[in-house]
Each structure stands twice: as structure tokens, then as C-alpha cells.
């Protein structure tokens, strides 16, 4: 996508899978129903989904990617020890370090 184009591209996307969707679950024999708070965290989720996508579009065209790339691995287990309680293992804090490092040798160069 060009980045002329702007946001319009990906807000259209995303209109039309409203578009789609949300006939399909009306018309669903299954009746389809969530609870008021179910439903505002589906719509929270959908939302974030959305700002996700605007944001990796803005990062693929600023060239911000390759940072987002080495810190991929850190992300599940810096997760997992927030979320989870897990504990780091001596590998895993070695490629939390790796990657800290991999992030501060791409800013220099």
C-alpha cells in the first residue's frame, strides 16, 4: 500500500469486514447473544486490533520494523513472566539480553 494513501485503505478494510460480519451473526439461526460486558470487551479487543494494524502500517513505512523484528522473541516471555508468573530461565534472560543488545547496535548503526 502506498503511503500516499494514507489510513483510507485500512479503515475501508476493516468497514467491510464489519460489513460482512455482523449480517451474517443477525441472521445466524444460532442466536447469537453476548453479555453486556462480553460485548464490550469484543468490541475493546476489535479496536485494539485496529490501532495494532494502523501502527504496524506507520512503522513499515518510517522503516521502524527491523526493531520490532528483534524484539519479537522477548515479547511471549516478557509476557509470560508479567501475566503468568513465570520465571526466566538462564536461555531466556541470555536472549532478553541479546535482543536489548541487537535493539542498541541497530540504533547506533
Given at each position: 500500500?502506498?503511503?500516499?494513501a494514507?489510513?483510507?485503505?485500512?479503515?475501508?478494510?476493516?468497514?467491510?469486514?464489519?460489513?460482512?460480519?455482523?449480517?451474517?451473526?443477525l441472521?445466524s439461526?444460532?442466536?447469537?447473544?453476548?453479555?453486556g460486558?462480553?460485548?464490550?470487551?469484543?468490541?475493546?479487543?476489535?479496536?485494539?486490533?485496529?490501532v495494532?494494524i494502523l501502527?504496524?502500517w506507520?512503522?513499515?513505512?518510517?522503516?521502524?520494523?527491523?526493531?520490532?523484528?528483534?524484539?519479537y522473541?522477548?515479547?511471549?516471555?516478557?509476557?509470560?513472566?508479567?501475566?503468568?508468573?513465570?520465571?526466566?530461565?538462564r536461555?531466556?534472560?541470555?536472549?532478553?539480553?541479546?535482543?536489548g543488545?541487537?535493539?542498541?547496535?541497530i540504533?547506533?548503526?
Open positions: 500500500m502506498p503511503a500516499d494514507g489510513f483510507w485503505p485500512i479503515a475501508l478494510s476493516r468497514a467491510v469486514s464489519a460489513c460482512a460480519i455482523v449480517p451474517l451473526v441472521l439461526s444460532a442466536g447469537f447473544r453476548l453479555p460486558v462480553t460485548a464490550l470487551k469484543a468490541a475493546a479487543v476489535g479496536a485494539l486490533g485496529s495494532a501502527l504496524y506507520y512503522a513499515t513505512h518510517r522503516q521502524l520494523v527491523a526493531v520490532a523484528t528483534v524484539l522473541p522477548a515479547i511471549p516471555v516478557v509476557l509470560a513472566m508479567l501475566f503468568l508468573r513465570e520465571r526466566a530461565r536461555t531466556q534472560v541470555a536472549g532478553l539480553l541479546g535482543a543488545a541487537a535493539v542498541g547496535l540504533a547506533v548503526g
